[in-house]
């Protein structure tokens, strides 16, 4: 279940195989106990009224459970471990869509920023990445003249 947001039980426990020295002569599985992965998009989520003193110690009158498929046990949401998988980093798509163009006019000035910014935020070590890259492929072509030693005047090199 490593593609999807689980949440995890905490009532039931599911075996988890593994294999321990693998491709060596003591080659051997081992299990292990842990809480039982229950994929978030089978999950239904409730709310109801919480207990009186969690209410007081939490301020709120109602509270978020789902209940296990499995078991059937009822777990608070606020309990609840979540899972959620993320890519190993670092991590490159190679692929950037375009950045946001402002138009004239008054409609796209509002969301404008906003657009370009949350595009350069999500983009920026991709586009980092694909900088080192070509100043490596540019120094490797170049016989290792790095690309600012030709730049004439201006910036912080005379």
């Not at 207990?51 to 608070?76: M, Q, R």
Request: some cysteine; hydrophobic content about 30%; charged content about 30%.
């Amino acid at each position: 279940m490593a593609n999807q947001e689980v949440y995890q039980c905490n009532c039931c426990t599911m075996d988890f195989t593994w294999i321990v020295n693998k491709g060596e002569e003591n080659e051997k599985e081992k299990t292990k106990q842990v809480p039982a992965e229950i994929p978030t998009n089978t999950v239904k989520i409730h709310k109801v009224i919480a207990p009186f003193i969690d209410s007081v110690l939490t301020g709120s009158t109602t509270e978020l459970v789902w209940y296990c498929p499995i078991c059937h046990a009822e777990n608070k949401i606020r309990e609840t471990k979540k899972i959620v998988p993320l890519r190993e980093r670092p991590f490159f798509l190679k692929i950037v869509p375009e950045c946001p163009v402002r138009r004239d006019g008054i409609s796209n000035r509002m969301g404008f920023d906003e657009a370009f910014t949350n595009w350069f935020h999500n983009f920026l070590e991709e586009i980092n990445w694909a900088e080192v890259c070509y100043r490596k492929e540019y120094v490797a072509q170049h016989d290792g003249e790095d690309m600012d030693t030709g730049r004439q005047g201006g910036g912080d090199n005379p």
